[in-house]
C-alpha cells in the first residue's frame, strides 16, 4: 500500500480522537532548525487575528489488539487497515510543513503488539524529528496506557504534550464495553506523566537549561453517550482526573453510531448539545470556582439541553441573588450568568473609581440580558425585581439564531472565541 493510501485510512481515522489542541508550549530554536511553536494554539484553532493553525493528525496505524465495542478501530472491526512506519510518518511531517499545510504534528495510535512497543514507535517519529532535522513545531503524542515508566519518561522529552485517553467515565463502563482496560492502568501513565512534569518544573528553578517534559501538559478524552452514565458521573470524573493529575484539558466526544456495531451501543447519536454543555461545565469547574456535585443534582443527573449550567444553577439557587455588583467578592460575581471570567477583572478594576451602573457594565461588555436580573447596579436595575418569577429561565435563555463569525449581537460585541459564560 502507497503512502498516500495510508494517509486516505489514517488521518481518517484519527478524526474520532478530539484530544488534540496546542497551548501552553514554547520551543525556541535559537534561529535553527525547522518549525516553531507558538504558544496561540495549532489544532483547528483561530488566532484572535482570525488565523487558523493546524496540524497533521494521524495515527500511527489503526491495527488495534483491543476490541472497545464503542471505537471504529476495535480487533472485530472489518474496516480497511493501514500501518505508517516511523520514516513515513516524519518524511509526511516534514513535507506538510514545507509546504506550509501544517504546523505541527499530532500523532496517535491503535495499540500494536503491546502498549510499549507501540510507545516505543510514537517515540521514534518524535524523537527524529526532534533529534535528526531540529523540529521545532508542535508534537502532541498519545501516552499509551500500561506502557513502561521508562517509555512515558522519553515520549515527555520529545513532545510538547501527551495524552492517555480515559475513554468511558467509570470502571463500569469500561467493563462493559472495554474489557481489557483498566482505570486504574490509565490514570497509573496520567500519574507518571505528571511527576515527571513536577520533577522537570522544579529542576527548571534552579537551572534554566534543565530539559522539559511535555511542557504543555496532558489532556485525555471522554466518549459522552456510548455508556448510561449520567452527566454528574462524568463531571465527577473530570473533577477527580484535574485534582489528581492536572490535566490541562479534558475532551468530550459525542458518540456516533457506526455500522454492526454491538447490541449494546445505542443505535441514535448523542445529541451534539449535550457534549457542549459538557464543555460549558467543564469550564466552570477549571475557572469559575464551580465544584462537580453543583452543576447536577439527584433529580436531574444530566445538564440542562435548553440552558448553559451556569444559568441553570442559578435558577436553582435564587436565594443567593441578586448580588451587588459594586460590593460581591470575585468568588460571588463568577456565579453571576452572563458575566465572564474577564468581564469580573474589568469589574473588579472599574470599581475602584467608581459607582457602576448599568450603561458601565454595557461598556465593559456584559451580556446584559442574562446579568441583568441577577445584579444590583448603582442606577434603578428592574430587572431584578424578576428573581423569582417561574418562567425567568424562559425569558433570558439563548434565542436559537444564526450567530455571525463577526459582528455585533443583540447590541453587545459578542464573539464565539471568548469562552466566557
Given at each position: 500500500?502507497?503512502?498516500?493510501?495510508?494517509?486516505?485510512?489514517?488521518?481518517?481515522?484519527?478524526?474520532?480522537?478530539a484530544?488534540?489542541?496546542?497551548?501552553?508550549?514554547?520551543?525556541s530554536?535559537?534561529?535553527?532548525?525547522?518549525?516553531?511553536?507558538?504558544?496561540?494554539?495549532?489544532?483547528?484553532s483561530?488566532?484572535p487575528?482570525?488565523?487558523?493553525?493546524?496540524?497533521?493528525?494521524?495515527?500511527l496505524?489503526?491495527?488495534?489488539?483491543?476490541?472497545?465495542?464503542?471505537?471504529v478501530?476495535?480487533?472485530?472491526?472489518?474496516?480497511?487497515?493501514?500501518r505508517f512506519?516511523p520514516?513515513?510518518?516524519?518524511?509526511?511531517?516534514?513535507?506538510?510543513?514545507?509546504?506550509?499545510?501544517?504546523?505541527?504534528?499530532?500523532?496517535?495510535?491503535?495499540?500494536?503488539?503491546?502498549?510499549?512497543?507501540?510507545?516505543?514507535?510514537?517515540i521514534?517519529?518524535?524523537?527524529?524529528?526532534?533529534?535528526?532535522?531540529?523540529?521545532?513545531?508542535?508534537?502532541?503524542?498519545?501516552?499509551?496506557?500500561?506502557?513502561?515508566?521508562?517509555?512515558?519518561?522519553?515520549?515527555?522529552?520529545?513532545?510538547?504534550?501527551?495524552?492517555?485517553?480515559?475513554?468511558?467515565?467509570t470502571q463500569?463502563?469500561?467493563?462493559?464495553?472495554?474489557?481489557?482496560?483498566?482505570?486504574?492502568i490509565?490514570?497509573?501513565?496520567?500519574?507518571?506523566?505528571?511527576?515527571?512534569?513536577?520533577?522537570?518544573?522544579?529542576?527548571?528553578?534552579?537551572?534554566?537549561?534543565?530539559?522539559?517534559?511535555?511542557?504543555?501538559?496532558q489532556?485525555?478524552?471522554?466518549?459522552?453517550?456510548?455508556?448510561?452514565?449520567?452527566?454528574?458521573?462524568?463531571?465527577d470524573?473530570?473533577?477527580?482526573?484535574?485534582?489528581?493529575?492536572?490535566?490541562?484539558?479534558?475532551?468530550?466526544?459525542?458518540?456516533s453510531p457506526?455500522?454492526?456495531a454491538?447490541?449494546r451501543?445505542?443505535?441514535?447519536p448523542?445529541?451534539?448539545?449535550?457534549?457542549?454543555?459538557?464543555?460549558?461545565?467543564?469550564?466552570?469547574?477549571?475557572?469559575?470556582?464551580f465544584?462537580?456535585?453543583?452543576?447536577?443534582?439527584?433529580?436531574?443527573?444530566?445538564?440542562?439541553?435548553?440552558?448553559?449550567?451556569k444559568?441553570?444553577?442559578?435558577?436553582?439557587?435564587?436565594?443567593?441573588?441578586?448580588?451587588?455588583?459594586?460590593?460581591?467578592?470575585?468568588?460571588?460575581?463568577?456565579?453571576?450568568?452572563?458575566?465572564?471570567?474577564?468581564?469580573?477583572?474589568?469589574?473588579?478594576?472599574a470599581?475602584?473609581?467608581?459607582?457602576l451602573t448599568?450603561?458601565?457594565?454595557?461598556?465593559?461588555?456584559?451580556?446584559?440580558?442574562?446579568?441583568?436580573?441577577?445584579?444590583?447596579?448603582?442606577?434603578h436595575?428592574?430587572?431584578a425585581?424578576?428573581?423569582?418569577?417561574?418562567?425567568?429561565?424562559?425569558?433570558?435563555?439563548?434565542?436559537?439564531?444564526?450567530?455571525?463569525?463577526?459582528?455585533?449581537?443583540g447590541?453587545?460585541?459578542?464573539?464565539?472565541?471568548?469562552?466566557?459564560?
Amino acid at each position: 500500500m502507497d503512502v498516500r493510501s495510508k494517509l486516505s485510512i489514517l488521518a481518517d481515522a484519527a478524526k474520532y480522537d478530539a484530544s488534540c489542541a496546542s497551548s501552553g508550549a514554547r520551543r525556541s530554536g535559537n534561529g535553527k532548525g525547522l518549525g516553531s511553536n507558538e504558544g496561540s494554539g495549532i489544532c483547528h484553532s483561530y488566532t484572535p487575528d482570525g488565523r487558523c493553525v493546524s496540524l497533521l493528525k494521524i495515527l500511527l496505524t489503526n491495527h488495534c489488539v483491543y476490541d472497545c465495542q464503542f471505537c471504529v478501530n476495535r480487533s472485530s472491526s472489518d474496516i480497511p487497515r493501514a500501518r505508517f512506519t516511523p520514516e513515513e510518518v516524519v518524511a509526511l511531517t516534514l513535507d506538510f510543513y514545507r509546504r506550509n499545510y501544517i504546523e505541527g504534528l499530532f500523532l496517535s495510535s491503535g495499540v500494536l503488539r503491546s502498549p510499549d512497543y507501540t510507545m516505543e514507535q510514537l517515540i521514534a517519529v518524535a524523537r527524529a524529528l526532534r533529534e535528526d532535522h531540529a523540529f521545532n513545531g508542535y508534537i502532541h503524542l498519545k501516552a499509551v496506557p500500561g506502557a513502561s515508566e521508562e517509555l512515558i519518561a522519553r515520549a515527555g522529552r520529545w513532545a510538547d504534550r501527551l495524552s492517555a485517553n480515559i475513554e468511558l467515565p467509570t470502571q463500569v463502563d469500561l467493563d462493559r464495553l472495554a474489557p481489557e482496560k483498566k482505570l486504574v492502568i490509565i490514570e497509573t501513565t496520567m500519574a507518571q506523566i505528571r511527576e515527571r512534569r513536577d520533577e522537570a518544573v522544579e529542576a527548571r528553578k534552579t537551572s534554566r537549561s534543565a530539559p522539559r517534559f511535555a511542557p504543555a501538559g496532558q489532556s485525555t478524552q471522554i466518549v459522552v453517550g456510548a455508556s448510561e452514565s449520567t452527566d454528574a458521573s462524568i463531571l465527577d470524573t473530570a473533577s477527580t482526573l484535574y485534582g489528581r493529575h492536572r490535566l490541562r484539558r479534558i475532551y468530550y466526544t459525542a458518540f456516533s453510531p457506526f455500522p454492526k456495531a454491538d447490541p449494546r451501543l445505542p443505535v441514535e447519536p448523542a445529541p451534539l448539545v449535550r457534549e457542549h454543555r459538557l464543555y460549558q461545565a467543564d469550564w466552570l469547574l477549571r475557572h469559575y470556582g464551580f465544584q462537580a456535585g453543583e452543576l447536577t443534582s439527584a433529580e436531574q443527573p444530566n445538564l440542562d439541553l435548553a440552558i448553559d449550567p451556569k444559568l441553570a444553577w442559578a435558577l436553582r439557587h435564587r436565594a443567593m441573588f441578586p448580588v451587588d455588583v459594586n460590593r460581591a467578592p470575585r468568588s460571588r460575581l463568577l456565579r453571576v450568568p452572563g458575566l465572564g471570567a474577564r468581564n469580573v477583572e474589568r469589574i473588579l478594576k472599574a470599581r475602584r473609581f467608581g459607582r457602576l451602573t448599568l450603561a458601565d457594565l454595557a461598556r465593559l461588555k456584559v451580556v446584559l440580558r442574562k446579568a441583568q436580573p441577577f445584579l444590583i447596579t448603582a442606577d434603578h436595575n428592574p430587572d431584578a425585581l424578576l428573581i423569582d418569577r417561574a418562567d425567568l429561565g424562559a425569558r433570558i435563555a439563548a434565542r436559537a439564531e444564526q450567530l455571525p463569525l463577526f459582528g455585533v449581537i443583540g447590541g453587545t460585541a459578542e464573539t464565539a472565541r471568548t469562552g466566557e459564560i
